[in-house]
């Protein structure tokens, strides 16, 4: 076996970015406030634009149907009541970041299956709760910057 090396670095520039990234790291909560509110703003914009980057499936012929009878037709994808997007909520706390919808059926809009009687009917995944390559980017680079940047 080997004897274990120690390297000692005494620069107390360094000593001072580290002190200081370590003090930062241990408040993460505004930055997860703001991430936060990346995911509300993003899931907004999901639904006005009806899907992003992609656009949702298109509504069946026979929901279009009811909802022309229910005179909720024209109308935009996920929301007839506007219930589904209310629900939206986010969480954050020092170590995360976080959004939902507690309403039974958010799930089958997100994910996409089978629903109604009998399990008889395939609702398409709509993601509503969907980040797009710029929104990773923004949460990367709000993060660099909380932390002061990840280059010396």
């Known amino acids: 076996m080997s004897d274990s090396i ?4 005494d620069n107390k520039e360094v ?11 241990e408040n993460l909560r ?13 899931t907004e914009e999901n639904f ?12 069946s012929e026979s929901t279009i149907k009811q909802r022309t009878k229910n005179k909720q037709w024209p109308g935009m994808i996920l929301q007839v009541s506007g219930q589904l997007a209310s629900s939206v909520n986010t969480y954050y706390d020092n170590d995360s970041a976080v959004i939902g919808s507690n309403l039974e059926y958010a ?3 997100q994910l996409g299956g089978q ?7 395939e ?9 797009t390559p710029e ?14 940047g990840l280059n010396p």
């Open 123 to 131: 609702i398409p995944a709509r993601p509503y709760l969907q980040l």
């Open 135 to 148: 929104d990773f980017e923004e949460i990367l680079s709000m993060t660099e910057n909380f932390l002061g």
């Open 30 to 42: 505004p930055l997860m406030k703001n991430i936060a509110g990346i995911f509300a703003y993003s």
């Open 48 to 59: 006005k634009n009806e899907g992003r980057p992609d656009k949702w499936t298109e509504l």
């Open 115 to 121: 629903a109604g009687r009998n399990k008889s009917v």
């Open 107 to 109: 799930a089958i809009h």
């Open 15 to 25: 000593e001072s970015k580290l002190l200081d990234l370590a003090q930062k790291s």
């Open 6 to 9: 120690e390297i000692k670095i």
